[in-house]
């Protein structure tokens, strides 16, 4: 059981990185700080492709929570 619990949470946590990744930045971010982007894009509802990645992003975390929860239950460390 401690070794399917590791293996998922190693498997979730690699497919959470692809999910941020493969988001669109919302912010212009540190670029735009230091003067590198005049374009500002207004906040608003994600639509079509990042709609999708936003709610696997959500679903992933409380996944990935969940099971270092039960693997640090499992494992007596908390």
Do not use: H, W
Request: aromatic share 6%.
């Amino acid at each position: 059981m401690k070794i399917f619990l590791m293996a998922l949470a190693c498997i979730i946590s690699i497919l959470l990185i692809v999910v941020i990744v493969s988001q669109e930045p919302k912010t212009a971010g540190m670029g735009a700080a230091m003067g590198g982007s005049g374009n500002s894009m207004l906040g608003g509802r994600t639509r079509g492709k990042d709609a999708v990645l936003a709610k696997m992003t959500v679903g992933f975390g409380v996944v990935f929570v969940v099971v270092c929860l039960l693997l640090g239950r499992y494992m007596n460390t908390f």
